[in-house]
């Protein structure tokens, strides 16, 4: 199906009404006039993703299990989403001001600008649904996104496909929020599929303490030595993250300023890859296979994502290339990382219910961590792994994130968002792909009655040619990339790659599982 055409049939949105008294002398010619005079300033994350070579956008799909009822699904829009506060205000700048900065103004919400229902070429949805539907979310990142309202779209794809009975689109632009706050805002307009009235259930806290003993008494002598060697090992893990995090930042600020890039590879973009169409395509995967590999390995999940992802990586590598496996090439991932407490789902609920800010943080506030990933063909297929364990253990031991974050606030605030957006923009274009994983609820939910069997996130809009999204989902991850379609024609083949080294991996852990039972000795 083509892109345009798929546009061409949307229907025809109805104008927001305004009242241009109230826009308090704000006035701009991407945001017009706004109804309210409640207002605050963009966030500095926020003003980046303004910069035309960071125009970028959040689009995450939600498979349903039942047809889509859109006046039930409008009168829970309303309900929810439309009365969050940055979902019901627009941003506004007064030009006449020098150094004005945009702000974020109330405005009346109209929904025919934001639910919107495709009038699909009913052929091609039924001849290949899966492609229809991966065909109309793709093109919608060549598509405007209208600033004169609040910055976010539903997209309603009412017909079957492999996977669900029906599916919609959630499309925002990044400087309403960063992904954890957006994932954690749609899970408060869900509820739990076993009680509709209560909302879902999140994976606690990962706790690091371990049982609890009696301690016998000891001589004071002995407590003396415990507590000088207790202070010895902490002087020495802070000498050590200091180091850590000084390494980091150094090699991040020689990414950012031209000095240290990445190899040009068949898995990097071109110039201007942010200003091109991206292809969404994702894939299943059991998460039960995932943390099978990750009680064999005592390790994270994360960390069995990491070494799947650079299995996967390797595999496509090598078979583009045709090169031996004589030496290795390490690409570089640019992580976000969210550095602001997200608020819980029943805090986000009632911010929603009474649509007024009640203390929730909210935005954006992200540090950049660079990530490496080692391509090398390795006869175990465990040691992808390792090598992750060993990259996400050293990460850990490092401020890199919070020192990348506070370092590009200082260069805004002394030099302007300008400078601030060609430092992201040189580390982005010096490193190779962008990496996240998010953890979402472990049962299922409803979104207006309808439960939802999958959820896809993705983005676009930044200078990256491969993005590589994970989100859990009940018993599942879903394996979500994001590509410049011209970089990777056969992206189909790079999904079978992550699936394939998955079940490689888990055959693998299973041996080793089974080995260890046996008593037979084992490899590091």
């Known amino acids: 199906m083509d892109p345009g055409a798929s546009a061409a049939t949307l229907r025809k949105r109805a104008p927001l009404s305004v009242d241009t008294a109230a826009a308090i002398g704000f006035g ?33 799909v939600f498979g349903l299990a039942a047809p889509v009822d859109v006046p039930a699904l409008r009168d829970g829009v309303a309900a929810t989403l439309a009365r969050h506060p940055r979902f019901c205000s627009v941003q506004v700048l007064d030009e006449s001001k020098k150094d004005a900065r945009p702000k974020w103004v109330r405005t009346v919400v109209n929904l025919d600008n934001h639910i919107v229902v495709p009038d699909l070429d009913p052929a091609a949805t039924s001849a290949d649904p899966d492609k229809a539907l991966e065909d109309y979310v793709s093109s919608l990142s060549s598509r405007p996104m209208d600033h004169s309202v609040p910055l976010w779209e539903l997209h309603v794809l009412d017909f079957p496909t492999a996977e669900a009975a029906a599916a919609v689109a959630l499309r925002v632009h990044h400087s309403v929020g960063d992904g954890v706050s957006m994932l954690s805002l749609f899970m408060a307009c869900t509820r739990s599929a076993a009680d509709p009235e209560a909302l879902p259930s999140l ?116 078979r583009k290339t045709g090169e031996s496996d004589s030496k290795g090439v390490t690409v570089r991932s640019a992580v976000l990382v969210n550095l602001r407490p997200t608020p819980g789902i029943q805090t986000l609920a009632s911010m929603m219910e009474t649509s007024k800010d009640n203390g929730a943080r909210w935005g954006n506030k992200i540090g950049y961590m660079l990530i490496p990933f080692h391509l090398a063909r390795h006869d175990d297929p465990i040691e992808y792994v390792r090598r992750a364990t060993k990259v996400a253990r050293r990460k850990k031991s490092s401020m890199e994130s919070v020192f990348t974050f506070w370092s590009g606030d200082m260069v805004l605030k002394l030099f302007g968002i300008k400078a601030a957006a060609a430092l992201c923009y040189n580390m982005f274009t010096h490193t190779t792909l962008s990496f996240s994983n998010m953890v979402g609820p472990t049962e299922q939910v409803t979104f207006c009655r309808n439960p939802i069997v999958y959820i896809a996130p993705g983005t676009y809009g930044h200078p990256h040619a491969l993005t590589i999204h994970y989100q859990s989902y009940m018993n599942n991850v879903k394996l979500v990339l994001s590509v410049d379609e011209s970089r990777f024609p056969d992206c189909h083949q790079l999904l079978d790659d992550f699936a394939e080294s998955l079940r490689l991996i888990r055959e693998a852990a299973s041996r080793k599982s089974e080995a260890a039972q046996d008593g037979t000795p084992i490899p590091s």
């Open 203 to 318: 994976p606690p806290a990962r706790r690091r303490a371990g049982p609890v003993h009696a301690v016998p008494r000891r001589p004071s002598g002995a407590l003396l030595l415990d507590a000088l060697a207790a202070l010895g090992a902490w002087v020495v893990a802070l000498l050590v993250l200091a180091w850590h995090t000084a390494v980091d930042v150094a090699l991040f600020f020689a990414t950012a300023a031209s000095l240290l890039g990445d190899a040009r590879t068949v898995l990097k973009g071109e110039e201007g890859t942010e200003f091109w169409p991206r292809r969404f395509v994702n894939r299943t995967l059991s998460l039960d296979d995932i943390k099978f590999v990750k009680n064999t390995m005592s390790c994270t999940v994360n960390d069995v994502l990491l070494g799947m992802t650079s299995a996967a990586l390797s595999r496509y590598y090598f």
């Open 28 to 60: 701009s010619k991407e945001a017009g006039a706004v109804t309210a005079v409640e207002e605050e300033p963009v966030s500095p994350t926020g003003r980046l993703f303004r910069e035309p070579s960071f125009r970028c956008h959040i689009v995450a």
